[in-house]
């Protein structure tokens, strides 16, 4: 790289950091369509505080609630052993993108492990997280859907079409979704517990340190019992460990951590001005497409940590 073209980027990180506010615009009442496409075009998130709390779900869900409306269900759920599904991994082959165990599982024995692990109950066990980003409250927890509505009013009249995917999202604090992008508008939207967001906008990039790393996926061993989804062993019976795909792939992925900004940096790391922001059961996050997020999560007084976001 050129001493010019380093000096043209951390101007253009340091241009954008001028003329842009250290935080996030907080909303205390709905925005209009117009509204909501300014922050669209200026690329800028923003949290509409309570947004949500007049929905059926942040009315109704509880634990009560969902394992009578979810029972006798099984749903896909990821596991890992400390929490860091789809997250660059140091390995003996170096550092690789790591995906998660995947099982299918009913949902009230799902929820009872994450409640376990949470209230420290639960010593030998996985981290489990319902966070399969396919579309699955129109889908596997069909069940739930009737209490959010089917789309963000102001997002669909602004950007004319429906939600190509509603997700829903379970886990405890245990399980931390590592810096990312995803190249979608999102409506993110906290129904029980919190959700602790880092957030770091595209022109930030070069601080990421955005490496292309071969893909691996935890898979499961063990001496005592089959592994089939089918005949599903105790926790205790086998152990998750990393492998390389096969046939090799890789995925271009953030490796830089601004909560451990002193390892793995770039040269222009050290200029990022990461944005924070909590979510409370109720509230509303637009992120737009692109920009990096790391969330951590805190839990309910029913020891779960729930929210649904729309693409």
Excluded at 126 to 135: C, E, H, P
Excluded at 138 to 165: G, M, T, W
Excluded at 258 to 275: A, C, G, K, Y
Aim: glycine share 2%.
């Amino acid at each position: 790289m050129t001493n010019s073209v380093r000096y043209a980027i951390q101007e253009l990180i340091s241009a954008y950091q001028d003329l842009n506010p250290p935080n996030i615009d907080e909303l205390q009442e709905e925005p209009s369509a117009l509204e909501f496409m300014r922050y669209v075009a200026r690329n800028r998130p923003f949290v509409f505080r309570k947004g949500a709390k007049d929905w059926k779900a942040c009315r109704k869900w509880n634990d009560q609630y969902f394992r009578k409306m979810m029972e006798g269900q099984t749903v896909n759920v990821a596991m890992t052993p400390s929490g860091n599904a789809d997250s660059a991994l140091k390995t003996e082959n170096g550092l690789v993108f790591v995906k998660p165990y995947e099982i299918e599982e009913s949902f009230n024995e799902i929820l009872d492990k994450i409640q376990a692990q949470e209230q420290g109950e639960d010593k030998t066990g996985f981290v489990r997280y319902a966070q399969t980003q396919n579309d699955n409250l129109r889908n596997e927890y069909q069940s739930l859907l009737a209490d959010v509505p089917p789309s963000i009013p102001f997002a669909h009249i602004a950007l004319q079409k429906e939600p190509e995917a509603i997700n829903f999202w379970m886990g405890n604090s245990h399980s931390t979704t590592a810096l990312h992008k995803d190249p979608y508008e999102n409506i993110y939207v906290q129904i029980l517990g919190r959700k602790h967001f880092v957030l770091l906008p595209s022109i930030e990039t070069p601080c990421a340190n955005e490496r292309e790393l071969p893909a691996a996926t935890y898979v499961a061993s063990s001496t005592s019992s089959s592994l089939c989804k089918t005949v599903k062993p105790k926790d205790e019976e086998f152990t998750l460990k990393p492998k390389l795909d096969d046939p090799p792939s890789s995925v271009p992925f953030a490796t830089w951590d601004p909560d451990i900004p002193e390892v793995r940096t770039t040269e222009f790391s050290s200029l990022s001005r990461p944005l924070r922001v909590t979510l409370e059961p109720g509230d509303l996050l637009y992120l737009p497409a692109l920009w990096y997020h790391k969330v951590k999560q805190s839990c309910s007084n029913e020891h779960v940590c729930v929210a649904v976001n729309y693409w």
